[in-house]
């Protein structure tokens, strides 16, 4: 069975600093790796997903088979970053995606 | 194009009550997904249509959830009778084309309260 995990329900980090929201993932197969945003009062939208392999909004996400991770990055976090942020896991084949609990991230001024 | 659009944006209703929650999927789009949101259990996905057949409804919690997709334009969920540990954010979102490689664009969400 496919298991997405967000260990860190809430992270706050200082604008300027780096920040890392970490996702670890549970797949016997070769699996598609998604991360959606949801910003305050807008929709959940697609951020980035592994296999475009771009950087979106100065994040990166690299997809780490023999750790088993996704974890998103970005070298200098902007307050407008500050949002909630879902790691999403497609099976292959698959036309639904398994969504971890989420990361609040929160950048302080 | 509006997107996905979901209605009621906020539901409040007793325990018992009958509630139903409604979608309007993105128009072309043939795919079409119910979550629902608590602090606790992040994103579930609860159905998902494709074609407005149901493919997967093993995230439905219990036989008092039903959805339906009576035309590719809309769908309802259900939920009879509502208890107080149903309320959450329920989110309606559809994408284009199978095999899921296409986005899921997702609606506003449905903030219910059961009291």
């Known amino acids: 069975a496919q298991r997405v995990t967000q260990p860190e329900k809430l992270l706050s980090v200082f604008k300027g600093a780096p920040v890392e929201l970490k996702c670890n993932y549970s797949y016997s197969g070769s699996p598609e790796l998604f991360w959606y945003v949801q910003y305050s009062r807008q929709r959940l939208q697609l951020l980035l997903r592994?296999?475009s392999r771009e950087s979106i909004k100065g994040f990166t996400a690299d997809l780490n088979k023999g750790e088993t991770s996704f974890h998103l990055k970005k070298p200098f976090a902007q307050e407008e970053d500050s949002a909630m942020y879902y790691c999403a896991l497609r099976a292959t084949g698959a036309n639904n995606l398994f969504f971890g609990t989420g990361t609040r991230l929160t950048v302080i001024p | 194009d509006a997107g996905v659009i979901q209605s009621p944006r906020h539901e409040v209703t007793e325990m018992g009550q009958e509630v139903t929650l409604r979608c309007k999927p993105i128009?072309?789009?043939?795919?079409l997904f119910w979550y629902r949101q608590t602090m606790m259990r992040g994103l579930e996905l609860l159905i998902y249509?494709?074609?407005?057949?149901?493919?997967?409804d093993s995230g439905m919690p219990e036989d008092r959830f039903s959805a339906k997709m009576p035309n590719a334009s809309f769908s309802t969920l259900k939920i009879q009778p509502s208890e107080p540990r149903d309320s959450a954010v329920y989110f309606c979102?559809?994408?284009?084309?199978?095999?899921?490689?296409?986005?899921?664009?997702f609606g506003d969400g449905t903030r219910l309260s059961i009291l």
């Open positions: 592994h296999i």
């Open positions: 249509f494709n074609n407005n057949v149901p493919i997967d």
């Open positions: 979102a559809s994408s284009l084309g199978g095999g899921g490689r296409q986005p899921q664009h």
């Open positions: 128009s072309g789009h043939n795919s």
